[in-house]
């Protein structure tokens, strides 16, 4: 685990603990959003990953004034696809990590999982969590 952790935290310029607790809500997002069967692949690919998911809290859904804000900002870093993302968006904010660090760091963990997971399951991953500003091939 702290292997990857690191290399998140230097490749995107987060501290240790910001990167394990990104880390663990992009986690807590897919978990919610991927099959049981395709988050078991992820999980299986990360070590760790219930420790990194418990370190960021419990994923939960934004309100009040600041949603459209997250709207806003999840539609800005991923497109038209980014209503589903807001959730995670949030968390980030919620975690010390601003948006200019997500454009920094969703990238590198998209890397890092297509690097350990199947390319059937990284398709799906990456329906959910396109990287910031990626344009599809």
Do not use: C, W, Y
């Amino acid at each position: 685990m702290s292997d990857t952790i690191s290399e998140l935290a230097e490749k995107s310029g987060l501290s240790a603990d910001q990167a394990k607790k990104g880390l663990g809500a992009v986690l807590s997002f897919l978990k919610g959003s991927l099959p049981a069967d395709t988050f078991n692949q992820v999980s299986a690919a990360v070590p760790g990953s219930d420790q990194m998911m418990a370190a960021a809290g419990p994923h939960e859904e934004s309100s009040g004034g600041i949603l459209g804000t997250i709207k806003e900002m999840a539609h800005k870093l991923f497109g038209g696809g980014g209503g589903g993302a807001a959730g995670l968006l949030a968390k980030f904010t919620s975690l010390g990590i601003s948006p200019e660090q997500v454009q920094s760091f969703l990238p590198q963990v998209m890397e890092m999982l297509r690097s350990k997971l199947p390319e059937s399951a990284m398709k799906q991953v990456s329906k959910l969590l396109p990287a910031p500003q990626e344009t599809p091939a």
